[in-house]
């Protein structure tokens, strides 16, 4: 099974940061940042059957949260705590009702309502930090079905303008 992953984040730097430090703090430094999913983002869950394929989308993710961001130079990485999006397992949509209701209860709809998705820890594989755009390896732990496993996905971003950002990625589960 495929999840891919496309948000579009508008981060809002605390008070005392700019736009600047968003992306890499100083070394050691811990900034508190606010993010927003555009209601553009979207989350898909694709894969096969014994009779066919199958691709189901939600666009339903907990909208906004605080994250910390800790920066290790050293190491050209972040660390994030509190970086989670949830994501409803009934808001799916696969365009067909049999589907829905078995994808429903693969994901544990009826004990676990969310598929959790948190961010660990990113790094970027191309250009840095103070580009405009570039490609990153981010650790996640995706819990469904109280299952938890981390898992690496690529991510490829772009700077849209200011302090909104996008993000695409995916990753076998």
Same mark, same amino acid.
């Given at each position: 099974? &495929?999840?891919?992953?496309?948000?579009?984040?508008?981060?809002?730097?605390?008070?005392?940061?700019?736009? $600047?430090?968003?992306?890499?703090?100083?070394?050691?430094?811990?900034?508190? #940042? @606010?993010? @927003?999913?555009?209601? @553009?983002?979207?989350?898909?869950?694709?894969?096969?059957?014994?009779? +066919?394929?199958?691709?189901? &989308?939600?666009? $339903?993710?907990?909208? $906004?949260?605080?994250? #910390?961001?800790?920066?290790?130079?050293?190491?050209?990485?972040?660390?994030?705590?509190?970086?989670? #999006?949830?994501?409803?397992? %009934?808001?799916?949509?696969?365009?067909?009702?049999?589907?829905?209701?078995?994808?429903?209860?693969?994901? %544990?709809? @009826?004990?676990?309502?969310?598929?959790?998705?948190? &961010?660990?820890?990113? *790094?970027?594989?191309?250009? +840095?930090?103070?580009?405009?755009? %570039?490609?990153?390896?981010?650790?996640?732990?995706?819990?469904? +079905?109280?299952?938890?496993?981390? *898992?690496?996905?690529?991510?490829?971003?772009? $700077?849209?303008? %200011?302090?909104?950002?996008?993000?695409?990625?995916?990753?076998?589960?």
């Amino acid at each position: 099974m &495929l999840v891919f992953l496309a948000l579009a984040v508008t981060l809002f730097p605390g008070a005392e940061n700019n736009v $600047n430090t968003i992306l890499m703090p100083a070394d050691g430094e811990r900034n508190m #940042i @606010t993010y @927003t999913l555009n209601n @553009t983002s979207w989350l898909a869950i694709s894969g096969t059957t014994n009779i +066919n394929s199958f691709e189901c &989308l939600s666009s $339903n993710a907990v909208p $906004n949260n605080n994250i #910390i961001v800790t920066a290790s130079h050293e190491k050209e990485k972040l660390s994030f705590s509190n970086a989670l #999006i949830l994501v409803e397992v %009934g808001s799916f949509d696969c365009k067909n009702p049999l589907i829905n209701r078995d994808m429903y209860k693969a994901l %544990g709809g @009826t004990n676990d309502s969310f598929i959790e998705i948190k &961010l660990l820890e990113v *790094k970027p594989t191309s250009g +840095n930090w103070y580009t405009h755009d %570039g490609n990153l390896t981010a650790s996640l732990e995706i819990s469904i +079905n109280g299952i938890s496993r981390i *898992k690496e996905m690529k991510i490829d971003w772009q $700077n849209a303008g %200011g302090i909104e950002y996008h993000f695409i990625g995916r990753a076998d589960i």
